[in-house]
């Protein structure tokens, strides 16, 4: 079996070139500059978001404190909702948070270890996702990670092996931010459920480039953020949760926001949660990004999922040819099917070649032996092969040293 050959059997999504998406290039400015393949990281930063922050920064000069009842309040809801039309949700399923550790944080202590006491991740998830519940092995949590056969990829067989009725909950990545690799979330789902368990998804890496349906997918709990395909900066984190779930939901850790009378300011009534998803938010909103997500997330709803999903693959198959005719190692997954806009190339210290290229006003990220690179729909071919010929240029030069 070759690196990133997954066997799975997924329908094969067209690749398709859409360069009407690329009328979107000029509210990128970012793009006039630089080479920027890094939306993994960081998303390009759009006119509408710099539009909004100086909306938000006058409102608050103009208004002071009053801006939170006349404005700010509904900016907040303009978020969630849409938010919750990106992934099918419902507005009263949608919670947001500064982060996805404080995200995480208020999730946690709604699954009951008391009678069930593992929680099963992938070795490819990113770190966050497990720190929460590796914290908790004292208290008698069990972590169980499901390994990767090739660092790019993780059946779903993997998981039933793992899964069983001791699990509370299945913790894993939609998109694998070390591999691009796009996971079969409905099988994984299923797995979880088959045994009681819940599922949460983490999809920092997969919201705003791929297609997604929370009910399709029959997702618990998903978390994402808007500073990478969302294009709305750091700071920001948004959550689901299941409709269903919510009347059960009685977190540990409680905000003021997460009261149903917190505008009363009467501390001395019984406590009583909001009825939805925002029962688990802690204290003030991160407001500067609430407005610089608000004008990424119009920008994916106006150019459609669907359309940057068939572009990205339209880009990405080109970068991994680019980069095969050199005779390079990618580690992304080889189907089209199963790969994100997340390319990785193997190579010696990805860190120095990513300086390099740096300083050639080209931006790509590095992880440990793997230079990222991740074009998004503002990207070109073009685009592909300046860091190809450069990066080509500065292995060669480092043979000649």
């Not at 009053?66 to 309040?73: C, G, M, Q, R």
């Not at 294009?231 to 959550?239: D, N, Q, V």
Request: glycine share 6%; aromatic share 8%; hydrophobic share 40%.
């Amino acid at each position: 079996m070759n690196i990133g050959e997954s066997r799975m059997q997924y329908p094969v999504p067209p690749a398709i070139e859409h360069p009407e998406l690329l009328v979107y290039r000029d509210e990128f400015p970012i793009l006039h500059r630089k080479t920027y393949l890094n939306t993994c990281s960081l998303g390009a930063l759009s006119k509408r978001s710099m539009q909004g922050m100086g909306q938000f920064l006058d409102l608050w000069n103009e208004w002071g404190g009053h801006a939170w009842s006349e404005v700010w309040l509904s900016e907040i809801d303009k978020v969630r909702l849409k938010f919750a039309t990106l992934i099918g949700a419902q507005l009263e399923e949608v919670a947001i948070a500064p982060s996805t550790s404080a995200a995480l944080s208020a999730i946690v202590p709604i699954i009951d270890h008391n009678q069930r006491k593992k929680v099963v991740l992938a070795d490819m998830d990113f770190p966050t996702l497990a720190y929460q519940w590796l914290a908790k092995q004292r208290l008698g949590v069990e972590c169980r990670f499901v390994k990767s056969p090739d660092r790019v990829y993780v059946p779903p067989e993997l998981f039933a092996a793992e899964v069983d009725t001791q699990t509370a909950l299945v913790a894993t990545s939609r998109v694998f931010y070390t591999s691009g690799y796009i996971q079969d979330i409905r099988a994984v789902a299923d797995i979880a459920h088959k045994h009681g368990a819940y599922i949460l998804v983490d999809d920092y890496q997969g919201s705003g480039q791929i297609p997604l349906n929370v009910n399709a997918l029959d997702i618990d709990f998903l978390i994402t953020g808007t500073l990478k395909w969302l294009m709305g900066g750091p700071g920001l984190t948004l959550i689901y949760i299941r409709e269903g779930l919510l009347p059960s939901i009685q977190p540990s850790v409680v905000g003021w926001f997460g009261s149903q009378e917190h505008l009363q300011y009467n501390m001395t009534q019984a406590f009583e949660f909001q009825s939805e998803a925002a029962r688990i938010e802690m204290g003030t909103s991160p407001i500067p990004t609430v407005y610089t997500a608000n004008g990424g997330l119009d920008i994916v709803l106006e150019a459609s999922v669907e359309s940057i999903g068939e572009r990205t693959r339209y880009l990405t198959n080109d970068l991994i040819a680019r980069a095969r005719e050199h005779g390079w190692l990618v580690r992304s997954p080889q189907e089209p099917e199963c790969r994100s806009s997340i390319v990785m190339v193997e190579m010696e210290q990805p860190e120095e070649v990513a300086k390099q290229l740096v300083a050639r006003n080209i931006i790509t990220d590095s992880c440990p032996g793997l230079l990222r690179i991740s074009p998004y729909f503002y990207n070109t071919i073009e685009e592909n092969a300046i860091v190809i010929d450069a990066i080509a240029e500065i292995l060669e030069s480092r043979q000649q040293k």
